[in-house]
């Protein structure tokens, strides 16, 4: 093998890296546009604005500080 067959060697594998980088940057636009859509669907559907009340109470009952005072509310 050639010092010049290396080379081309080498081109060809920096194209099929360049196209590999051009894939994974569409892959990640993709995605980008996945998760802007599914914030929308979240922020105007009633389901969430119903929902986030639940996951605060939730997120409030089960803190270790609210467990504790619950507890000591319950023993007193």
């Known amino acids: 093998m050639s010092f010049r067959d290396l080379l081309a060697s080498f081109g060809d594998l920096l194209v099929s890296f360049r196209d590999l980088l051009v ?3 569409v892959l ?5 546009l996945l ?12 389901f969430s604005r119903e929902f986030l009340p639940f ?3 939730f997120a409030k ?3 270790p500080v609210s ?3 619950k507890v000591q509310s319950h023993l007193s």
């Open 23 to 25: 894939s994974f940057g």
């Open 28 to 32: 990640l636009v993709s995605f980008g």
């Open 35 to 46: 998760l802007v859509s599914f914030r929308d669907l979240l922020v105007n559907s009633s």
């Open 55 to 57: 996951t605060r109470f």
């Open 61 to 63: 009952c089960h803190h």
């Open 67 to 69: 467990i504790s005072s």
